[in-house]
């Protein structure tokens, strides 16, 4: 019955570990910073002012929490997809390290302004080189155990992480190229408006490579495993794998409707974002179908909640998301709090509700045991779930108010509100947002508990039967 | 096949990647920074400046602060002061871009073309609330140190900006203060400005045309807080500037201080960011409580 003793799963236990400990230091982050936006007087010291706090904040959520789980993730589900054990252990071992090296140097050096400016690919040269060479390792490691397996099939969660794979290299190497002045600084091999479109071809996949395929890879693998029940379509999931990651490369300039590069990009970003919605839903509809005539289960089962309110947040930003494309709503909303409304519904609904429910079940698998608690686990998913809510509603009716007031003229076409103006009106929001975090917090300080406490028990019963 | 090739199932997924990056990404450098795109008058920025720049991108200004006027007339009204919108010919020197992706303080694409002296900035940087009360910017007195020059000459030969000694010689003894402040005072200033009221020099109409003040009140109140207030005070109280509450100045005087400025003391020109109805609208408002 003990499958995972087959599996070579130290690695996974460790970069579930220290995704966790970076993710918690992403939301403390994002905490400390939500309340500067409300109290400036919290910008104590040159390295905690807010403009060298966000990049940590966001890099801390994107490669600390993100990437770090899919790793840990995405060694679980290979082995088990193709019943192969990892291609090298050692070598997972080695990634693991230079993975937290890497994170714990992006952290230091961008509090010191060690900084390339371009979102999400903040990290200097030299730091950018590791990062790459994590990834490569990393992708070898995994691409060797898909050749060697033992599986002829490759289910559809191997298409995804296959296509994160190849995707994130392209992307991140391409925006990081530049000219080093020394060991802390380069400059962007690209100028002006080129830079922008390079950069955000890049930004917007990294949403699609980073924030949405190995989601997917890892919610096509364990809904079925959860529910017991087949995914519904797997030539569904297929269609929508390739338009997915055909029409995605295509919608970058969405993030720069109205700016000088040129019409005709935006206008094909525009138009392939709202084309997006399709592959999009398909993957939605494929996780609503597979629960057909097993809707109890999101009362008696945990872990489908996560993994059902997970893909409802999914599916609701991938329609805000193509709305924003549109150019009468991006001229409204564009720069507002609307927008991290939006990346939030993302990155605490639909990304890091996977990866709880990922979590809660590999570790319970690992340590071939029961979860600690499953109340805690629910009050876990409701804390976050309203922290999270209360944080998206109240950035989206900041951002409405914001963008209506900055728009607003009077008829001789002179502006009717001072930017101050529209400020003050969204402090109160601010406010409210900064409790959102805590709400959070307090639902991760519950999942981390529950986790550690499972571990524990699975060592206790371990030892307890040897 | 598919499903049992990895090699095969890679490259084609490379392929599929390739196909919309090479036609929105790679392509559009044919005609992005091009001849079609050039603008004259666009000049590399100085040592200085750059050093400025640099700063900037350290302390992650980006993060609150956009660089790109968009086309839309609000964006253009708010932002633009006299410049218009942004076009891409002005950022061909800016590697990286630094447009960002929001805008909790405002767009600073134009910033030098605001009528706003060193004084301001200098005391804007140490303590945005001292000038702009319910401010969020942190505060940058930490700037007050010496600048780094050891890598300034290197910057311009890496970048290929064009220098002289004499751009070198004005980094001595500069703070990153001076540094930051330059990169402001520069930002937007390349681009041929719409002068509103060029040929205003002296007043034409001798003599205030809007006796009432009812009749403009609300409109010189807004122009006078988007324009004077972070200098004279929300209230006319005096802050940078002297208090202009019960201005005993004739109304002639006035109209030629605001329009033409006192550069020199710290008080900028306004005839090329303010019309001329608008001015007079601005002497009725200080003259509100002598009347
Ligand atoms: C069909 C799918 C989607 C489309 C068309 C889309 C569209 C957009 C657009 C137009 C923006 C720019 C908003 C602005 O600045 O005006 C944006 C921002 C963003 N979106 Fe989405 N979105 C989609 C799905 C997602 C998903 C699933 C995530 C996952 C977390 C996500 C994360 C983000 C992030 C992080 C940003 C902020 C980028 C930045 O400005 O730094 N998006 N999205
Ligand atoms: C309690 C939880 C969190 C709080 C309080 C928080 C707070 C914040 C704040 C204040 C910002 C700056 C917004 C602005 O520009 O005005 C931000 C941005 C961002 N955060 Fe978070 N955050 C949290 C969780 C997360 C997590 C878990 C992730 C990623 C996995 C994440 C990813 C991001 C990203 C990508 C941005 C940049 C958004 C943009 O460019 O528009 N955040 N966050």
Redesign the interface.
């Known amino acids: 019955m003990k499958a995972s003793t087959r599996y070579v799963d130290d690695s996974v236990k460790g970069f579930i570990t220290w995704s966790i400990i970076w993710g918690t230091i992403a939301v403390v982050v994002g905490i400390v910073i939500s309340l500067?936006?409300?109290?400036?007087q919290l910008?104590v010291a040159?390295y905690l002012?807010?403009?060298?706090l966000?990049?940590i904040h966001t890099n801390a959520g994107i490669f600390g929490w993100g990437i770090g789980s899919f790793i840990a993730m995405f060694f679980y589900i290979t082995q088990r997809l193709t019943k192969t054990p990892l291609w090298s252990p050692k070598l997972a071992r080695v990634t693991l390290w230079i993975f937290n090296v890497a994170i714990a140097s992006a952290a230091v050096t961008l509090a010191m302004?060690?900084?390339?400016?371009?979102?999400y690919a903040e990290l200097e040269w030299p730091l950018a080189i590791v990062v790459a060479i994590l990834w490569v390792l990393f992708s070898i490691n995994v691409?060797m155990t898909?050749?060697k397996r033992k599986e002829?099939?490759?289910y559809i969660s191997?298409?995804y992480i296959?296509?994160a794979?190849?995707?994130v290299t392209?992307l991140y190497v391409v925006n990081n190229l530049g000219?080093p002045?020394?060991l802390f600084?380069s400059?962007?091999?690209?100028?002006?408006?080129?830079?922008?479109?390079?950069?955000w071809?890049y930004g917007h996949n990294a949403v699609a490579m980073v924030l949405t395929v190995p989601p997917l890879a890892i919610f096509y693998y364990f809904l079925p495993k959860i529910t017991n029940n087949p995914i519904y379509s797997h030539r569904m999931g297929i269609i929508a794998f390739?338009s997915l990651?055909?029409?995605?490369?295509?919608?970058?300039?969405h993030?720069?409707?109205?700016?000088?590069?040129?019409d005709w990009?935006q206008t094909?970003?525009m138009a392939?974002s709202i084309m997006l919605i399709a592959p999009s839903w398909g993957a939605v509809m494929n996780g609503y179908l597979t629960m057909n005539g097993q809707w109890e289960k999101m009362k008696s089962n945990y872990l489908v909640k996560f993994m059902i309110v997970g893909i409802t947040f999914y599916g609701l930003q991938t329609l805000q998301g193509p709305m924003q494309a549109v150019r009468s709503f991006s001229?409204f909303i564009?720069?507002?709090d609307w927008?991290?409304g939006h990346v939030h519904m993302g990155t605490m609904g639909w990304v890091s509700m996977i990866l709880f429910g990922a979590t809660y079940y590999v570790t319970t698998t690992l340590s071939d045991t029961e979860i600690y608690s499953i109340k805690l686990a629910n009050a876990h998913f409701w804390l976050v779930l309203v922290g999270q809510l209360i944080y998206s509603i109240t950035m989206w009716i900041a951002g409405v108010q914001q963008g209506s007031m900055?728009?607003?003229?009077?008829p001789d076409?002179?502006?009717?509100y001072?930017?101050?103006e529209t400020?003050?009106a969204i402090?109160p929001y601010y406010k409210i947002r900064a409790i959102s975090g805590f709400i959070y917090l307090a639902g991760l300080a519950l999942f981390i508990y529950n986790i550690y406490k499972t571990f524990q028990k699975g060592a206790e019963s371990s030892v307890a039967k040897a | 096949m598919l499903e049992k090739n990895p090699v095969i199932f890679i490259i084609l997924a490379f392929v599929v990647i390739m196909i919309g990056t090479t036609i929105t990404m790679i392509a559009p450098f044919k005609w992005i920074n091009s001849d079609s795109d050039k603008i004259a008058e666009v000049k590399p920025y100085t040592p200085l400046q750059q050093e400025g720049r640099d700063l900037y991108m350290r302390e992650g200004c980006n993060n609150c602060h956009s660089q790109t006027v968009r086309t839309l007339a609000a964006d253009v009204e708010r932002y633009g002061n006299g410049g218009g919108y942004s076009k891409s010919g002005e950022f061909v020197y800016d590697r990286p871009h630094l447009w960002g992706s929001r805008r909790t303080g405002p767009d600073l694409a134009r910033i030098g073309l605001k009528p706003l002296t060193p004084a301001w900035h200098k005391k804007h940087m140490e303590n945005p609330q001292s000038v702009v009360p319910a401010s969020n910017m942190p505060s940058y007195a930490f700037l007050n140190q010496p600048l780094d020059t050891t890598y300034s000459e290197r910057k311009m030969k890496l970048l290929k900006f064009p220098y002289t000694q004499a751009d070198l010689d004005e980094l001595k003894g500069k703070s990153e203060m001076d540094a930051i402040i330059a990169y402001m005072r520069k930002l937007g200033t390349d681009i041929p400005v719409k002068n509103a009221g060029a040929a205003v020099q002296a007043p034409v109409a001798q003599s205030n045309p809007y006796t009432d003040l009812k009749a403009v009140e609300e409109e010189a109140k807004a122009i006078y807080k988007q324009q004077c207030a972070s200098c004279h005070g929300e209230k006319r109280e005096g802050t940078l500037g002297p208090a202009l509450k019960g201005s005993t100045k004739s109304e002639t005087d006035l109209f030629k201080i605001i329009s033409q400025g006192s550069t020199a003391n710290g008080m900028p020109a306004f005839s090329s960011s303010l019309d001329e109805q608008k001015i007079w609208k601005l002497v009725t408002y200080i003259k509100l409580d002598t009347k």
């Open positions: 500067q936006l409300a109290w400036p910008n040159p002012t807010y403009g060298r966000r990049p302004g060690i900084n390339r400016t371009k979102e691409f898909i050749l002829e099939q490759m191997l298409w296959m296509a794979l190849v995707g392209v000219m002045l020394h600084k400059y962007s091999a690209f100028a002006g408006t080129n830079d922008a479109n390079v950069q071809w390739w990651i055909f029409m995605y490369l295509w919608t970058g300039a993030h720069l409707l109205w700016t000088p590069v040129p990009i094909v970003a392939f001229a564009h720069y507002t927008v991290p900055l728009l607003a003229t009077n076409g002179t502006l009717h001072s930017f101050m400020m003050i402090f």
